[in-house]
């Protein structure tokens, strides 16, 4: 009997019509396989990952193969988006066994769950090297009839190994100049001069490297910093990994040139990449990185939001050709011919010059796509406009991608600060109301009468499982934003509650941090990585947030956590600088200060814009008017208006400037 149906992940859900017989994850699971006595499939993926689609079609929807494993093990379906906690600890066996991961991720495990052997997608037939599912299946099989204790030793050698991989400390000292200084060296020496961005194919968006470098600019003044940030930012705006019709960007480049990319698009990437081309424009006042920061709010706000105000969790890469094919990135790719059936020949034309689209194609079977390689929009700005309005018209009425609607916690508090301070930025208070709509989503929904965070939501009901260390520190990074936005301090209380749990259920000694509350289900080891994958690690997150909240309120423990959990950037950040990307930005705010900035005067009165234009590294900003207004934000306690002006006053490092009523003064004092 397939369980699955009824749950919360869609996901799940895509496989609750499988003839596999799938378990979600949970105690019932695994005590049904010592009752039966056979080992547990663990299939690990999500929604609208292209090959965990590709190997359900091929494998758990075929009745033979399910037949097969129903007989022989439990299956176990896991949403790596709802349980993040569950696919970090067997990922890093995966990657510690194979030397590499991803997803789908297929894991045997013993009724204990303890891993044993290992693997990604496997082929319904041999090929590439590669053994069929069908053959993986049956030497399990025999392997766990024939050599038992085998398995077992194979499996308690594992468990013990990831148990000797915990951080037992936050291995370093608080980074500092030196640091920083060997973290940007090895990112220049990573760095890609011809096409931006760092490494080869596959290349992802490095937008957490890339808020690391703005600040790092910020700070310093080093000009090669910005250079690679702003590079970066237009070598991907202007290619294929940015949809150049609706806005938003997909996941990553399959090329090292941005050309092809994997078409999913996740509210993640978008939400991160909204913010990095918001500061960037407020570092340089460039054109591009203002149209790319309020198109991808935009497409956020347009797709990716629920009808209870949050934002889904991604599109799918698939979506179903003209030839009623499901296939990848049908929905985004154009030939000449289908450029003609819209425009006709002239304009045709002058599309395919400028986006790049060829008769035999940069994608599969002759189809292209759209990247800005022709003339300057400057050009014929009219001309572009028009076109891409016919063009986004006749896409809107082919089949559109599937939509992950559940939300997560985490990527609605990145999104929750993107669309806040984009909305400021660029006098779209509309996109405020949506960032303050989100919030409230988590807090009614979410956070319930305890303030203890759930990780997922569906159609407004909660999800089961409980939010891990990167959903605390990422909301409380929203809130945080959302409260120098709107000079509402119930986003600051908020934030507050969350830290404190993560004080008191998420810390450890000597800094150290862990993924989940130590009140969380027991997996085979508490799972802490300080690491950047596609998101902040939350280790960095909750730093970020905590740094944020002790500079707006005086408070000594948060800042000494801060602290100590920064040392890991002290000793990963010189090594390995692309993969603690946030957490060299959130080093670069400690050294700063940050910078506090509290406008006594309206809510988005100009002192207020100022300081949130300002560049210094994670300054944080309270404003308000009126004798309660620090009663929500402390910085506001005892400053007054000078002269019946609205005034700024700036401190950092517990000394503070001479309140001013200009601007411009302001400006200077922020690093503008």
Known sequence: MNRLAGVTSPYLLQHAENPVDWWPWGPDAFEEARRRGVPVLLSVGYASCHWCHVMAHESFEDAAVADYLNAHFVPVKVDREERPDVDAVYMEAVQAATGQGGWPMTVFLTPEAEPFYFGTYFPPEPRHGMPSFQQVLEGVVAAWSDRRDEVAEVAGRIVRDLAGRSLTAAEGALPGEPELAQALLRLTRDYDE???????????????????????????????????????????????????????????????????????????????LCRVYAHLWRATGSGLARRVALETADFMVRELRTAEGGFASALDADSADPQGRHVEGAFYVW??????????????????????????????????????????????????????????????????????????????????????????????????????????LLVRVHMGDVARLCRTSRDGRAGDNSGVLEDYGDVAEGFL?????????TWLEFAGFLLDIVLEHFSGEGGQLFDTADDAERLIRRPQDPTDSATPA????????????????????????????????????????????????????????????????????????????GRAPGAVVAVGE???????????????????????YVCRHFVCD????DAGDLTAKLGG
């Open 194 to 272: 011809k096409h931006g961005g760092f490494g080869g194919a596959p290349k992802f968006a490095p937008s957490m490297v890339i808020e690391f470098l703005l600040r790092h600019h910020a700070r310093t003044g080093a000009e090669g910093a910005l250079q690679m940030a702003a590079d970066s930012c237009a070598a991907m705006a202007k290619g294929g990994i940015y949809d150049q019709l609706g806005g938003g960007f997909a996941r990553y480049a399959v090329d090292r040139e941005w050309v092809v990319p994997h078409f999913e698009k996740m509210l993640y990437d978008n939400a991160l």
């Open 335 to 440: 030939t000449p011919a289908q450029l003609r059936e819209v425009l006709g020949e002239e304009d045709a034309a002058f599309a395919a010059e400028y986006f790049g689209v060829t008769e035999e194609g940069t994608f599969e079977e002759g189809s292209s796509v759209l990247r800005l390689v022709g003339a300057g929009e400057a050009d014929d700005p009219a001309r572009v406009a028009d076109v891409r309005a016919r063009l986004l018209a006749a896409r809107d009425l082919r089949v559109r991608p599937e939509r992950d609607d559940k939300i997560v916690a985490a990527w609605n508090g990145l999104a929750i600060a993107a669309l806040a301070e984009t909305g400021a930025y660029f006098d779209r208070p509309d996109l405020v109301e949506r960032a303050t709509e989100a919030a409230d």
């Open 481 to 489: 934003a959302l409260a120098s936005v709107t000079g509402e301090g």
């Open 538 to 613: 939350g280790w960095t997150a909750a730093a970020g947030a905590l740094l944020s909240y002790a500079a707006h309120t005086g408070s000594e423990p948060h800042r000494t956590a801060a602290e100590g959990a920064l040392g890991i950037v002290g000793a990963l950040g010189p090594k390995a600088p692309r993969f603690i990307g946030w957490g060299l930005a959130v080093a670069e705010a400690l050294l700063d200060g940050p910078r506090e900035v509290a406008v006594a005067g309206p809510v988005a009165g100009e002192l207020h814009r100022t300081a949130l234009l």
């Open 626 to 648: 009126g004798p309660d207004a620090g009663t929500e934000f402390p910085l506001l306690v005892d400053r007054p208006l000078v002269g019946g002006e609205p005034t700024a």
């Open 658 to 661: 001479a309140p001013t009523t």
